[in-house]
């Protein structure tokens, strides 16, 4: 292998494609980077099984070939380099050299064989949105996705495709995320659920809002095209948690109230609750005033908020970094959050549509 | 004590007071922050017995007192009251009421009779510079003191105040720093050692350049006031280490180097070096070159910078990080180095003046 690019174009696509290389694996193939020069073009692959991050850029090509590099070692290096043109070249089976103005460097390699062959696929379902709606509907979710190993399918978020929308949801136990968007065309009716770490590495990829972007769906995973940069994930398999009970149907308490106080009433309140407490704030709703409150041997707090009301008074507990969660991936100025009593879970959504649905289930008040 | 002032004052207070709360302490009080009404203004103070850091701020007091709040909680609870007017009150003895818009919070706090005095005095003597060299001087040596306890006084920088200029040096065994600086007066010669981590706080509290800022000294402590702000530090004891034999006289061997050059080549070499192989790189000095080179298992790096030389040919090995350290703290163009031989310290200066020295150790090359 041998060939001249452009620095700036190598450390892109390195710090795009470092993104699915495995970071604590015994398997150090999985913590390289593959590259592989052919026609006119580099690519770059790396993949931890789970996710695989490809990306194509132009090349000089002297020689083709291919070679797996430490993946953190040489993108620390490329990084250095961003503004010269580079010349790789494998000079024996497992040295790579790097050659850039006067200087160069030589890094151990791996040998591509080894590699795991990523499958692209182009049969299997599909469906088109746009790039605004799927990164929207990804970052609502993904916050609200398990984080431990407990139940694996709820590391991911659950996709329904139905003819005119999708209907992403993430949940853990404590609180549900569900957002609706309509989509532009799909070829079938689908359910499936992926990792909500690929989600996540979708998302930060893509750039610009009003083109259309299409999703590829086959038996085992999800693939999806951005620019030069192709990303295939794995599906989780199994059946997603039905959450639907936990959503409100006809609440007993509802308010509206503005964002940005309730947001900031809630991290003072829990500044003197989080390491003592276990994070737990109470909420009073009283004529049309929300009182979030906090108490702990360090202090205690009383925010008083001016709110719409509509329905019943209530007192109930939360743990506010779950609202806060919530609350910190909303736009829109004001909030409604519905009720049905001190034990059911609230919903929060959007005074105007059910765009997005948000779900915390409550703490027990000991008072 | 009860008292009414702006948010935005009394945050940028607490900021800069919490700097000297001690972070890991038996002692409670030591966390916390002093309260200090009386007049027309609040006297915000705090100390881990080594620095104490005092702000004064308007406010409009109603009641007079004093009180020790727990400084961490605090501190992130007036953080987020920036833009609200506060009033603040001792409702009783050990609990503080934060009363803001239609919200209050309740701290509990500590009795101002535990807080240690923090002796301020006039008599003694005294030094006038400008800021900016004593920002200059403090920048460019606290980083080569000690970080360790084995031998206390050189967590220090030593100041020597002449008629006409100051010395300060810091070093650690690996390397040594040193600047000169003009003075404008001083009522002694004086030679004293003040811990680096003190004089990165004042350092950072030091706005503008020009004015001139005078540095109070008694037999134990240093004093500056830097507008409403005034820092204490406690001196360190003991006898600073000549290293005045560090610093070469007649070099064998002087090169003159693009400062930003050697800097990244280094940083390229040093990234194959850092973990393996004690971070070591080679200097190999011939005709018009330098060359930077590393090696270790996982490859090498030979990087060549042009250089203008005076003096014998030399190979000699460094620890990248502390070469590194230095060239960070240089905002020169090119610098000079100068060297003895392969197992005697380099020195890095201005081609053009010894405002700075930075004498760096070789370690041993096994080849």
Redesign the interface.
């Known amino acids: 292998m041998k060939l001249i690019c452009e620095g700036l174009d190598l450390s892109d696509a390195v710090l795009k494609v470092i993104k699915a290389t495995a970071s604590r694996t015994t398997n150090p193939i999985l913590e390289g980077i593959k590259l592989t020069a052919s026609e006119d073009t580099l690519v770059l692959s790396a993949t931890d099984l789970e996710i695989s991050i490809e990306k194509t850029i132009p090349a000089d090509v002297k020689i083709e070939g291919e070679v797996v590099v ?1 993946g953190k ?1 040489f993108a ?2 490329i990084k ?2 961003s503004n010269e043109q580079i010349e790789l070249s494998v000079t024996n089976q497992n ?2 050299k790097i050659k850039y103005t ?7 390699c791996m040998p591509a064989e080894e590699f795991p062959v990523i499958k692209q696929f182009t049969d299997g379902d599909s469906f088109t949105l746009s790039k605004f709606n799927l990164r929207d509907a990804i970052n609502k979710t993904i916050f609200a996705a398990a984080t431990d190993d407990s139940r694996p399918i709820l590391k991911g978020c659950q996709f329904i495709v139905d003819n005119n929308e999708i209907i992403v949801a993430a949940l853990d136990g404590f609180r549900v995320a569900q957002v609706k968007h309509n989509i532009l065309s799909t070829s079938n009716k689908l359910k499936f659920v992926v990792p909500a770490r690929s989600l996540g590495e979708i998302s930060k990829l893509i750039d610009g809002d009003d083109e259309e972007i299409t999703l590829y769906i086959s038996n085992t995973y999800m693939m999806v095209t951005l620019g030069s940069t192709k990303i295939i994930t794995r599906r989780l398999e199994g059946d997603f948690i039905d959450y639907t009970g936990a959503l409100i149907k006809n609440p007993e308490t509802t308010i509206i109230v503005n964002k940005k106080q309730l947001e ?2 809630i ?2 309140a829990s ?2 609750s989080r390491s003592i407490n276990n994070n737990s704030i109470t909420f009073d709703i009283k004529d049309r005033l929300l009182t979030v409150a906090s108490n702990s ?8 908020l001016t709110i719409s009301l509509e329905g019943k008074d209530l007192l109930i507990g939360f743990n506010a970094r779950y609202i806060s969660d919530c609350l910190r991936n909303i736009d829109e100025e004001y909030i409604k959050v519905s009720f049905l009593s001190s034990i059911y879970p609230c919903s929060i959504t959007s005074p105007d549509n059910d765009s997005f649905t948000f779900v915390v289930f409550p703490v027990r008040l000991y008072e």
């Open positions: 430490p070692i620390d290096f250095k380099l040295t790579l006067d200087s160069e460097g030589y890094l151990a900031y009433a991290e003072r500044l003197l041997d360090l202090g205690n707090v009383t925010e008083n």
